[in-house]
């Protein structure tokens, strides 16, 4: 069997050895494709892999026409938009993701964020604290469960609505949990988003929404960029003067909105949410091993184009 990892971005090298050991272990070669700049490269170097693990890699149908032998793609990571599961299904390929591996590194970036946003930006001005802040959380998976853990540490008031239908867990877990998003967008003083991208979601927080937010308020984005209506964003934060938006997923309409709102669009240069050793680490390791356990004994647990 080869077994093929293909990153854009590449995973750590402490990670990479990980991933070589365990595909060792099983008999199975272990190639590599990083920093690839050309859509080629990759066409080229999946024709006889059998299996494949990426990252925000897109993987559509040219190249699984390119890939007459490949069983399973494995993204490493949560989301996995960036595979055509209709396709792969017609190809007769698993597509996988990596649940939870990358949720703490996630959590901590939007913390982070945060700290640095209430703070002008460490401009030398005085800011704010997070430390009594009402926090709102849209949807409640991995990413939100470790944001939630680390927010209440800090005294933060959270609570939750999930569009997802798991509002026992938020009640579990002891968190408020609204009946709608207007009434998550209006109660709270920061709104984080961990709504994965799907039909139903995509351009679901716009304008109407997002003036429903306090006075001040801020709007955080490290789920996915599709999930927000620009245009309605824009409008928004125009009309709105107090309101801030944090995001590790530049705009589309990046460079005006820099221009127009200055330091109340706080972004990362790139998406950084998964970019620790330990998140490279955890997701690395758990797509390989996925990739084993299914080509060995059938296993298709985290199978997502069921």
Same mark, same amino acid.
């Given at each position: 069997?080869?077994?093929?990892?293909?990153?854009?971005?590449?995973?750590?090298?402490?990670?990479?050895?990980?991933?070589?050991?365990?595909?060792?272990?099983?008999?199975?070669?272990?190639?590599?494709?990083?920093?690839?700049? %050309?859509? !080629?490269?990759? *066409?080229?170097?999946?024709? @006889?892999?059998?299996? /494949?693990? +990426?990252?925000?890699?897109?993987?559509?149908?040219?190249?699984?026409?390119?890939?007459?032998?490949?069983?399973?793609?494995?993204?490493?990571?949560?989301?996995?938009?960036?595979?055509?599961?209709?396709?792969?299904?017609?190809?007769?390929?698993?597509?996988?993701?990596?649940?939870?591996?990358?949720?703490?590194?996630?959590?901590?970036?939007?913390?982070?964020?945060?700290?640095?946003?209430?703070?002008?930006?460490?401009?030398?001005?005085?800011?704010?604290?997070?430390?009594?802040?009402?926090?709102?959380?849209?949807?409640?998976?991995?990413?939100?469960?470790?944001?939630?853990?680390?927010?209440?540490?800090?005294?933060?008031?959270?609570?939750?609505?999930?569009?997802?239908?798991?509002?026992?867990?938020?009640?579990?877990?002891?968190?408020?949990?609204? %009946?709608? !998003?207007?009434? *998550?967008?209006?109660?709270? @003083?920061?709104?984080? /988003?961990? +709504?994965?991208?799907?039909?139903?979601?995509?351009?679901?927080?716009?304008?109407?929404?997002?003036?429903?937010?306090?006075?001040?308020?801020?709007?955080?984005?490290?789920?996915?960029?599709?999930?927000?209506?620009?245009?309605?964003?824009?409008?928004?934060?125009?009309?709105?003067?107090?309101?801030?938006?944090?995001?590790?997923?530049?705009?589309?309409?990046?460079?005006?909105?820099?221009?127009?709102?200055?330091?109340?669009?706080?972004?990362?240069?790139?998406?950084?949410?998964?970019?620790?050793?330990?998140?490279?680490?955890?997701?690395?390791?758990?797509?390989?091993?996925?990739?084993?356990?299914?080509?060995?004994?059938?296993?298709?647990?985290?199978?997502?184009?069921?």
């Amino acid at each position: 069997m080869k077994i093929l990892i293909a990153t854009e971005k590449p995973f750590a090298p402490v990670a990479v050895k990980g991933i070589k050991e365990i595909f060792e272990m099983a008999g199975y070669e272990c190639c590599l494709l990083e920093k690839y700049t %050309e859509k !080629a490269q990759l *066409l080229e170097a999946v024709r @006889d892999a059998d299996g /494949l693990i +990426i990252r925000s890699d897109i993987i559509d149908s040219e190249v699984m026409d390119a890939a007459p032998q490949l069983k399973i793609v494995v993204r490493a990571g949560a989301g996995y938009d960036n595979v055509d599961l209709q396709a792969a299904t017609g190809h007769g390929i698993v597509v996988m993701n990596t649940p939870g591996q990358n949720a703490n590194a996630v959590a901590e970036l939007v913390i982070g964020l945060l700290i640095f946003t209430i703070r002008n930006g460490f401009n030398g001005t005085s800011g704010t604290e997070l430390m009594g802040k009402k926090l709102g959380l849209m949807a409640f998976g991995a990413v939100a469960q470790n944001l939630a853990r680390i927010a209440k540490g800090m005294g933060m008031d959270i609570s939750s609505y999930s569009p997802l239908n798991r509002p026992q867990k938020i009640i579990d877990a002891g968190y408020h949990v609204h %009946e709608s !998003a207007e009434a *998550l967008f209006t109660y709270n @003083d920061i709104v984080s /988003l961990h +709504i994965p991208a799907t039909p139903q979601t995509r351009g679901s927080i716009g304008y109407d929404l997002i003036c429903k937010m306090k006075k001040n308020a801020i709007l955080v984005n490290s789920a996915r960029k599709e999930v927000i209506d620009e245009e309605g964003l824009l409008r928004a934060m125009t009309e709105r003067e107090d309101l801030r938006y944090v995001t590790d997923l530049k705009l589309d309409a990046h460079d005006e909105a820099v221009k127009r709102f200055g330091a109340r669009y706080v972004f990362t240069p790139k998406k950084m949410g998964a970019q620790t050793a330990e998140a490279n680490i955890n997701a690395g390791l758990a797509a390989a091993q996925q990739i084993v356990d299914f080509l060995e004994n059938g296993s298709k647990q985290f199978q997502v184009n069921k």
